[in-house]
Structure formats: C-alpha cells, structure tokens
C-alpha cells in the first residue's frame, strides 16, 4: 500500500507526539541553522540521520515542519513496525522488508512517482538500516541510499546528527542538528561521503552542544 498524506491526522499525530515528548525527554534541542535559507523548493528533500532510537523518525516529522511547511514527510520503516501503527501509513510512511531487494525497490520506485509529481517533498532515510548504539563508530551506512538518489533524480541531502544525553536531569536531553544541504548536481551521493557528514556532524554534536547546555544552566 503506497503512503497517504492526511493532513487531521498528522495534525493529531504531532500533538500526540508533543504530549509524548514531554513525558520522556527533559528538552529537546534543535539546530537547523545550516539549513535554513539554503534549501530549493523546487527539489525534493533526503533526510539522511543516524539512528539511536525509536524517536528518531519522529524528530525528522519535526525538522520537515520547521524547514519544509507543507511539503509532508515520507519515511522509510520496517514493515513488521509499520503493522503495529498502521495509521502510520496515513502520515506517509513506507513499510519495506530491509532483506528483500525488491520490497526496497519498490518504495524507492514510490518515492520517485512522488517527486515526479511534486519535487516539493521531503524523505527521511536511515541508512544504518536499524537502531545502533549511539556511540557506534563507524556508522556502517548501506549503500541504498545511492541507488535511491539514482531513481529520483536531482535531490538535496541534509546530513542530521540525533544525539541523547541525560545531562543534569531525570529525563535525558534530546539533540537534533542539521547540516548543510549537499546538492547531487554539485556533489556526487555516495554513502561514505553520507557517512563523513554524519559522523562530523556527530562528533561536534555529541560534546559541545550539551557541554554548551550545561555551562548555561549554571
């Protein structure tokens, strides 16, 4: 079944996700600034982070709606969890068998009707392929990522850090960071140039930013 975009349900899914975030998470920080004002409209939009939880995608729903108003979110998610939330489906997400070729084809074949439709769209796309520790280096991205760039033309690839620290607080701190967006005109996809980005980007995240957050809370 192909992914819908309805937009009371996303309206009810985000609040529903507000309520939940406030139950786990002491803040959750966002820096979007390497992005903001450096994206084209007229070009679909890859979401490439690494991936530490079961959060993750959901923080993605949240960067589209501060950089990508109403372009709606595509996610690429094993099938067996797409079947426990299947309203999930109503907020565009994919569900994908990650062992068999042709079921990731197919939703890459998807993903590319979709921009041929309307570039103005936006995907998140893990290529760690599952949750991994988040210290775990090196981040081992598959190489799909490639051939999903090859089928849907030209793209802007924004490399995103998810970092979690428990900080000062019974509730860990959430840190989402984005890049700056890589254009496949200008620069060739690949997914160890994917996997550099993401890793730098890492690297910075995972200490000067909550190092930052706790020298101004004292």
């Not at 921009?115 to 520790?133: E, K, M």
């Not at 490399?159 to 989402?176: D, G, M, Q, S």
């Amino acid at each position: 079944m192909a992914p819908q975009h309805n937009r009371t349900i996303r309206w009810l899914w985000d609040r529903y996700l507000a309520f939940r975030y406030r139950g786990a998470f002491a803040a959750i920080h966002f820096n979007l600034s390497a992005a903001e004002g450096n994206l084209d409209p007229s070009l679909p939009v890859i979401l490439i982070p690494n991936h530490i939880s079961w959060w993750d995608g959901f923080m993605c729903f949240e960067i589209q709606r501060r950089l990508r108003p109403g372009s709606g979110i595509y996610s690429l998610m094993l099938e067996t969890e797409l079947r426990k939330f299947p309203v999930l489906r109503q907020v565009g997400c994919f569900g994908i068998h990650p062992g068999n070729p042709a079921s990731v084809r197919r939703a890459f074949m998807q993903f590319r009707d979709l921009v041929t439709a309307d570039p103005y769209r936006t995907l998140t796309f893990f290529p760690q392929g599952r949750i991994s520790p988040m210290r775990q280096r090196p981040l081992r991205f598959s190489r799909g990522i490639e051939l999903l760039v090859r089928l849907s033309g030209r793209v802007q690839c924004i490399p995103v850090a998810l970092h979690i620290e428990p900080l000062n607080a019974a509730k860990p701190t959430f840190f989402v960071h984005a890049g700056k967006p890589i254009d496949s005109r200008d620069r060739k996809i690949t997914s160890k140039l994917l996997e550099e980005e993401v890793t730098n980007l890492l690297d910075q995240v995972s200490i000067t930013s909550p190092m930052k957050f706790l020298t101004e809370g004292t």
